[in-house]
Nanobody, 120 residues
Framework: VQLQASGGGLVQAGESLRLSCEAS????????MAWYRRGPGKQRELVAT???????NYAESVKGRFTISRDNAKNTVYLQMKSLKPEDTGVYFC???????????????WGQGTQVTVSS
């Protein structure tokens, strides 16, 4: 099982970016998917989550600017980021709870991280 994140880059404050993360490999079901980030010198923090039913939750710092969504047919989660600020700079990680074939429970998997840098 692998999570492959993409879409990071260097932008100026006020601009937008869209991150993608696709789950691939052998699994039977995907539950919640999420994006986390780790800013320079900071702890990793939760940015947004989306359940299999499409319910979403956001960190206060990104509400109204970021939108998380998913395409269940593609096992992919997206993070649309608008009005980016320098404090949004960091490595963004995707996370997904996946049930492998033959398993009765979900395990948590992480993507490799993608760098987002917002210049002022």
């Amino acid at each position: 099982v692998q999570l492959q994140a993409s879409g990071g880059g260097l932008v100026q404050a006020g601009e937008s970016l869209r991150l993608s993360c696709e789950a691939s490999g052998s699994f039977s079901s995907v539950d919640s998917m999420a994006w986390y980030r780790r800013g320079p010198g900071k702890q990793r923090e939760l940015v947004a989550t989306v359940t299999s039913a499409g319910f979403t939750n956001y960190a206060e710092s990104v509400k109204g600017r970021f939108t998380i969504s998913r395409d269940n047919a593609k096992n992919t989660v997206y993070l649309q980021m608008k009005s980016l600020k320098p404090e949004d700079t960091g490595v963004y990680f995707c996370n997904a709870d996946l049930k492998r074939h033959g398993s009765d429970w979900y395990d948590s998997y992480w993507g490799q991280g993608t760098q987002v840098t917002v210049s002022s």
